[in-house]
């Protein structure tokens, strides 16, 4: 088998990864972020071929989506703007602690103005209505004694009023950002208390990474500040994204559009809020930890009652009650959008099942006493009655999606079939809070049969299938060669018929990448169905497939996410996991190599082995007659997965020891592959 078709050689794209280690066992760590977002350092300027407009068909789509919708209901932009207090003192703008900004809302301007109604023929009328609602940004008052900052991040913090301070909910996503909005919005206007409670409702960064910009870790340590967090939350925050991190942020960079312009033919909204704050992701380790749904807690004189919801929309989350305030807080549970049941940046199948039993023991628990319902993204919905029809809605969405799924594979549905044939009830489907604008039905359905069934659709035809390029090849060659079949695309393209074109087309695209011709047709289609979208990332993605299609994969500078306090909190063994992960089999063929890995600071030692292609290791041992040892501090690896220093040059100074074979040593490093996180997407 030639390199061009063996994904083990690791000399092409698809083959996994480029390059060789070869400066120190922990060269090239990849990127660590709770919910693996690609951060950009400035707004994304058009580069090369530029978008083209709508097509007639596309106009048309979006104005039938249009009359199936109730533009007249305004009540969401009444709730959107309800107890608006202040905004910042440059509204929009929080500049980052490393030139530039943080965050820029008025890189969106041109969708503020004029009536919800008035989409440009280029976006989805549903999406540019969450769009314009998204705009909505400052501090806001929920009721009297809690508040929410909204539109400076893709999260939301909400404060509540303790007895001697404030508690804090999801202090947004980056440092930069959280500071800002503390120091020139919070305090100015609700006045100068103590943090005495932090609150994370779940593991994804956007809702625990800019805890450093309110907090000080003294503080922490001091026992002057508590954070409090779900069961798992530790583990899952590290751990979510750390086996697959480099390819989680180069989709989850097509998932935000980072890349893209920000205007009516590239990105205008990201679903569950505008975008994603640019800066530093931080993480304090929890000091406690709710475990048990029905558990009732008491911060700073305000108690609350905790429903855990784990494997919902994080692999740990919790809700709450509080009864002084009547309010609910529904964490990413209970939002104004139909939520990912499987995230196109890529992670682990959500549950629906389990997370419509989780919004039924809301209902159930604290249903007749609820009078505010707030969460960690979106606004808040006011009034018993209101709340309780919200949360039976998304209750019956989420547990249709996967009832019905199930219902029809146990029928004989294949998951396009299932996808392809269900549609949310009109009663869900006419609610704006049921719409897709970040999971869709479409594939939070697929995802629901994966969940039961795993990828393979029972068709034997389907069990074993040739890779992209040779399928692509055979296609282009049953369908009577390229030209014949960007001829016949080109007229189903002029119809309209842009998912059918898609399919086509990419089989040309990957069967003869440098055909510019069919480039520029699956770009013209990727963007139509972009236009067309109602999910942002839907949208995002298939935009920024477009943009890659007709001017390459261009190498901008992204700012870094690495943070230093998840790789702190990262377990040792997850570490060698990753190795293990980076380890080309290929090049350790026929080869092996035992070696003590020692962390003199922690006490912790491991026995690390390579043989048959696959690294394996044992806690707690070490080996007289291993062939090298490593031994260092956990703190000084941790400086060398950040890339502030080597190996090298910790040998070199001291600070690190390796006895035996060094050579030996350095074979092993050969054999790990560094991660390019611009690997090619829409080509081969």
């Given amino acids: ?41 400035a707004s994304p300027k058009p580069t090369g071929i530029g978008a083209k407009p709508p097509t007639q068909a596309t106009r048309e789509a979006n104005a039938v989506y249009a009359n199936q919708l109730s533009f007249s209901d305004t009540q969401d932009f009444q709730d959107a703007t309800r107890g608006l207090i202040a905004t ?16 820029d809302l008025n890189q969106f301007a041109f969708i503020s103005g004029g009536p919800e109604n008035n989409a440009p023929d280029s976006v989805n009328p549903s999406l540019w209505r969450n769009a314009k609602l998204n705009m909505n940004h400052g501090l806001f008052q929920v009721v009297d004694g809690i508040w929410q900052v909204r539109g400076y991040d ?15 909910i999801d202090p947004l996503m980056t440092e930069d950002a959280s500071v800002v909005v503390w120091k020139q919005l919070v305090v100015p206007h609700l006045g100068e208390r103590p943090i005495t409670h932090v609150i994370y409702t779940h593991s ?41 991190g480099n390819a989680m942020s180069r989709r989850a960079a097509y998932m935000y559009g980072n890349l893209l312009p920000r205007n009516t033919t590239g990105v205008v909204d990201g679903g569950l809020g505008k975008t994603t704050s640019i800066g530093a992701i931080t993480m304090l380790v929890p000091t406690d930890f709710a475990t048990s749904t029905g558990q009732k807690l008491t911060l700073d004189g305000v108690d609350m009652t905790i429903i855990m919801a784990p494997e919902s929309e994080a692999p740990a989350e919790f ?8 309010a609910f807080c529904a964490a990413e549970d209970a939002t104004h959008t139909l939520h990912n049941l499987y995230t196109l940046r890529g992670a682990k199948v959500r549950d629906a099942l389990l997370w419509s039993k989780y919004l039924q023991a809301a209902i159930d628990m604290f249903g007749g006493e609820m009078e505010v319902l707030f969460a960690s993204h979106y606004w808040p919905t006011w009034g018993n009655e209101r709340i309780v029809a919200f949360l039976r809605a998304q209750r019956d969405m989420y547990r249709y999606l996967h009832d019905q799924t199930m219902r029809l594979a146990n029928t004989g549905y294949t ?87 898609a399919e086509v087309v990419n089989h040309v695209v990957f069967a003869d990448p440098q055909n510019v011709s069919a480039r520029h047709l699956l770009a013209d289609t990727y963007e139509q169905l972009g236009y067309q979208a109602e999910s942002a990332p839907w949208r995002n993605f298939y935009l ?14 992204f700012g870094s996410s690495q943070s230093p306090d998840t790789i702190k909190a990262m377990p040792l063994e997850m570490f060698l996991d990753y ?106």
């Avoid at 980052?96 to 943080?102: C, I, L």
């Avoid at 002057?224 to 939350?233: E, R």
């Avoid at 006895?659 to 997407?681: C, M, Q, R, T």
């Fill in 88 to 103: 910042l003192p440059d509204p929009g703008i929080i500049p980052s602690s490393k030139g530039g900004a943080a965050w």
């Fill in 415 to 501: 998951p396009l079939e299932i996808a392809e044939s269900l549609r949310l009830p009109d009663s869900l489907a006419k609610q704006w809070y049921c719409r897709s604008y970040y999971g869709t039905v479409f594939h939070d359905l697929v995802a629901q049969y994966n969940l039961r069934l795993g990828f393979f659709d029972g068709v034997p035809a389907n069990l074993h299938r040739l890779p992209p390029v040779e399928n692509g090849k055979r296609y282009v060659e049953f369908m009577g060669g390229s030209a014949a079949v960007l001829q016949k695309a080109q007229a189903y393209y002029d119809k309209g018929e842009y998912r059918w074109v």
């Fill in 1 to 41: 088998m030639s390199d061009e078709s063996n994904p083990a050689s690791g000399t092409k794209r698809r083959d996994f990864l480029k390059g060789v280690a070869t400066v120190g066992i922990a060269t090239g760590f990849g990127t660590v972020v709770g919910e693996a977002i690609a951060q950009n350092p």
């Fill in 319 to 326: 809700m709450f009650y509080l009864p002084k305030f009547k």
């Fill in 204 to 244: 994804h960064a956007d809702h625990y990474g800019g805890i450093r910009g309110i907090i000080d870790e003294a503080d922490l340590k001091a026992g002057k500040v508590k954070i409090y967090a779900p069961a798992g939350f530790t583990e899952a925050a590290v751990g979510e994204n750390v086996i697959a």
């Fill in 544 to 557: 920024t497939g477009a943009m890659e299609l007709r001017n390459g994969v261009h190498k901008v500078p």
């Fill in 579 to 684: 190795q293990g992960v980076r380890l080309n089999g290929d090049r350790a063929a026929g080869k092996s190599i035992t070696f003590n890995f020692i962390m003199t600071d922690t006490n912790e030692r491991y026995l690390v082995g390579v043989e048959n292609s696959a690294l394996h290791y044992s806690k707690g041992k070490t080996s007289d007659t291993a062939d090298a040892s490593v031994t260092m501090t956990r703190a000084d690896l941790n400086e060398v997965m950040m890339g502030n220093t080597s190996m090298e040059k910790l040998v070199m100074g001291g600070k690190a020891k390796i006895s035996g074979s060094a050579p030996k040593l350095g074979e092993f490093v050969s054999w790990l592959d560094n991660f390019d996180f611009w690997f090619n997407i829409v080509t081969p």
């Fill in 154 to 168: 893709l999260s939301v913090m909400s404060i509540i009023r303790g007895d001697t301070g404030w508690i804090v």
